[in-house]
């Protein structure tokens, strides 16, 4: 429900006669210090946990389900549902004691539900596009590829209380998976209503807030929930969520006081942001790897000489410093700074050379593939119109026409979606990627170039060496054994260059100082349930 108090006789008058610009435009006098407007960039394309997949979805999935474990203010797992955890010795068995909790229709919430969430996200009738991060659990992949019934799942309630969940491998990043994946899913009201069970009128939830409307293309309000389990210590009474797609007049609303945040900026902007409005500005590095792959099906890019002449030719201080901003960094590796067990020493081993020598063995790499003044290189690098590619394109292009001018590299635009698209089938030279973990651990990187990863690999190169050394690191318990695997494996894939990393991207957000409790951090992660508004002096 939206509250009125506060408001004007003459602005009520507006909102009820229906003359405002929307209802939500009505909702944001009404704060009194107790409603957030967040900027989620795109519209979601469904709310249910078992669905919803991308991270704008997401977002707004983990401030109304909570799982065994929920992301803290810095974006780190905390314990959620689950009180108490043992783990085997071995790593292979998570016994979860679940602490009282309830259904926002006052239902108590119990481990039957913990299950039936796990089963139904990986259920292939449930319509789920991406479950991978629950694969560690027993039979989950199989479960997930129609192979094995749902009730085969690796995860049983002992009682109303208490969880076990079997692993197909340790995995000791499963509380980051946890904490955004398989949440417990109320099971009376999905029996009922069917996929209809999330629209606003049917929905029950477990978290801090529920659904009060979905107004398409507009907002969608979230109000707080009193059988939350902490809802003592939730301070928001209610969220809107609106769809941001246009990010500079988001940030104009953000500077403007009708938004408290918006979850992007442009690194174009920067600057001018910064000098303009440098109270707003949140950025730290991220966990976003941006890169481009190479079509290693295609001649020649079957070629790794072809390809690492391509990457070693790419300038990626000049695009970090000076084309971005310098909040991004310079990628010489796929695993990220800020992930646990990410082995040192490993890295594309002419990251400290100069760009002369660079081009210059670029240049005799592509000559040894047969390529010259008589045989021109000719490609194409397909980019999507986003993260700073329209600039960043360009330069590339530039750098591989200073390899020789016989290199012939044109670069062509399109839509994300028709973008991924065509990559997923192979209808590409070289294309503009990006890769964010969806859990915190090397493998939720590395799992993207193994044999079994399917259309994911967009590079489709693969090498039985890779998926033998990601395998041993899944089945070793020992962390710097581990580690040390995962390096290895990362280490043999950028040897081979099926895909160049170029920046990690910045995790960049618009932030009023009216929001409290906002922890900018690498995932991106930031709950409701941890923030809250104070109304400026």
Known sequence: MIRLAGLSRLTTLVCMLGLAAGLAACGEALDEGRVLHRGNRLEPG??????????DERTIVSDMFVGLYEAGPDGMPVEGLASHVEISADGLVWTFTLRPALWSDGLPITADDVVFGLRRT?????????????????????????EMATSELGAVAIDDATVEISL?????????????????????????????????????????????????????????????YAADRVCLDDVYFYPTIDTAAAERRVRGGELDLNVEF????????????????????????????????????DDVRVRRALSMAIDRRFIANDILGGDDVPAWREVPEGIPGRAEQVGLDYADTDMETRRAEARALLEAAGFGPDNPFRFTLY??????????????????????????????????????????????????????????DPYGILLQWESRAGEINYTGWDDPAYDALTEQALHTVDPARRAALFGEAEQLMLDAHPTTPIFFEATRRLVSPRVTGWVTNPAGINQSRWLCVVEAE
Not at 50 to 55: F, H, N, T, W
Not at 205 to 227: C, D, K, Q, V
């Open 383 to 440: 980019y999507q119109p986003a993260a700073g590619w329209p600039r960043i394109a360009p330069v590339v292009q530039q750098d591989w026409r200073l390899i020789a001018p016989w290199v012939e590299a044109d670069v062509s635009s399109r839509d994300s979606q028709i973008h991924y698209a065509a990559m997923r089938v192979g209808d590409y030279q070289a294309g503009t990627t990006a890769w964010v973990p969806d859990f915190l």
């Open 122 to 146: 990986l259920d292939p009738a449930t319509g789920n596009q991406y479950a991978a991060p629950l694969f560690p659990i027993a039979n989950a992949e199989a479960i997930y590829a129609g």
């Open 168 to 228: 197909e491998y340790p995995a000791p990043y499963l509380p980051s998976i946890l904490m955004y994946w398989g949440q417990p899913m109320p099971r009376h009201v999905i029996a009922e209503h069917g996929n209809a069970w999330v629209r606003a009128e049917n929905i029950v939830t477990s978290g801090p807030f529920t659904l009060e409307s979905w107004r398409t293309g507009n907002y969608i309000h979230l109000s707080a929930s009193e059988t939350y």
């Open 266 to 301: 442009s690194a174009a902007n920067t600057d001018f942001l910064r000098e303009r409005a440098p109270e707003i500005v949140q950025t730290v590095p991220g966990l976003y790897s941006r890169g481009i792959d190479f079509n290693t099906q295609s001649p020649p890019f």
């Open 46 to 55: 469904s709310l249910d946990p078992a669905i919803a997949v991308i991270m």
